[in-house]
């Protein structure tokens, strides 16, 4: 198994057309409607509206992709059966045995990777060059992150088989809600950069990273940091981060 892990760097997962499509229709919806308003990259995340495009769609046909990081293993309980003949009838007998599961533990390039790089990104060029006063940003976006950590870490769910899963529109509700309080507090701050950076960082670290210790209770064979079930809780917080302009 080990051998098998070094030689496979990418390993892509089952993900249903239906929710592909559903993703995509809902992201062209979400530009057309900042086409017709303001360039929300080039007032929020000081991003040409052309790249932000391909970024977002970089990050949905990522989300196929988990880069294998490393590999656990966990002593779990397995019942067999025996049959036994006796005379003529059958008899199936259950044993308890003890095996052990390994699971890979890899990082999703859609959601994972990607909102990374964006925030490292505004965190490094944007804050710096285009706020106003950059240490009260900084400070508001780690307040923010520690909150919105706390929050998916409290509502995040082991979800046996699959992996680690949060409710797909509550990231970037409680993102909204703390960034559009937050940015209000002088001197003001681009609320979209706080959206962003503490709604992608705080769900990666509050439902996957602070539950890394809980992976010998998932039972699956791949668990994906960023992907799977917290993915799409992430892609949200980025697309709804972009559009915060509009409601500010």
Do not use: C
């Amino acid at each position: 198994m080990e051998l098998a892990i070094r030689s496979r760097s990418i390993i892509y997962r089952p993900f249903t057309t239906t929710y592909l499509l559903a993703l995509m229709i809902f992201t062209l919806l979400i530009f057309l409607l900042m086409a017709y308003t303001i360039p929300i990259f080039v007032r929020g995340l000081r991003i040409p509206p052309p790249a932000a495009i391909m970024l977002f769609y970089f990050a949905l046909i990522g989300s196929y992709i988990n880069i294998p990081l490393t590999s656990i293993e966990s002593i779990e309980p397995s019942i067999t059966f025996r049959q036994i003949r006796f005379f003529g009838v059958t008899w199936i007998l259950p044993e308890l045995e003890w095996g052990i599961r390994k699971t890979i533990i890899a990082i999703n390039l859609g959601g994972a990777i990607i909102p990374i790089a964006l925030s490292l990104y505004l965190l490094l060029h944007s804050i710096p060059k285009y706020e106003m006063d950059p240490t009260s940003t900084y400070i508001k976006v780690a307040l923010a992150l520690i909150i919105i950590t706390y929050f998916m870490k409290k509502i995040s769910r082991i979800v046996p088989g699959l992996g680690i899963a949060v409710p797909s529109m509550l990231p970037p509700l409680i993102t909204a809600i703390v960034s559009l309080i937050l940015y209000q507090i002088p001197p003001r701050s681009d609320p979209s950069i706080i959206a962003y950076v503490s709604g992608t960082l705080g769900t990666l670290i509050g439902a996957d990273l602070l539950n890394l210790k809980r992976i010998s209770k998932v039972g699956a064979r791949i668990v994906s940091i960023g992907g799977a079930g917290t993915f799409d809780g992430i892609y949200l917080t980025g697309l709804i981060a972009t559009a915060l302009t509009l409601i500010a």
